[in-house]
């Protein structure tokens, strides 16, 4: 399905969040099945709302009938504010989530590595107070982050995606996360972090998930 992308100048507590908001063509906003926030990698370390691995996500949710939006934390691109360890990235995702998924509306969670990280504490700050459908988390960076752990009845509606090979976040470490949580994670075999050349293979598992 293809999607048609709208600029979107979201309020956060430092200013400005900057955002893109992909949505289904030709699919009328009460056949969308929800929407999907999309938190990027690392911001000291290029990570922007456009990042492929991010830009995948945001397609595979399309592809499932859900308006996905990503967005720019604090200092990056045209967003205002500067890099804050975590902290201030949580505060811009709980922002863009109240301004763009309304209470009531299905939601979903996703992030990819920094943003994972991040993406685990949303949903650990809003899990029990509205219905989330489901979350992706790929290449958790438990490995420099502490990540929160996700609530058990949260299990079922959660895809943790890793990659064998990842020399970014070690694979153990994520297993070390996962296991007193007895949180499965799924494995790519031959992946590394940033998914090169087997993206359509990680769109594929998260669409699997989603209409799972």
Known sequence: ????????????EKGVIEALLDVPVDMPA???RGTAVIAHPHPLFGGTM???????LARAFVQCGWQAVRFNFRGVGGSDGAYDEGRGELADMLSVIEQTALAGQPLALAGFSFGAYVTSHALARTWGTRAIDKVVLVGVATARFEVAAVAPDAHDATLVLHGEQDDTVALQSVMDWARPQSLPVTVIPGVEHFFHGQLPLLKSLVIRHLRA
Do not use: D, E
């Open 50 to 56: 456009q990042n492929k691995v991010v830009q995948t």
């Open 1 to 12: 399905m293809n999607a048609s992308t709208q600029l979107l100048s979201l309020k956060g």
């Open 30 to 32: 009460a056949q969308l």
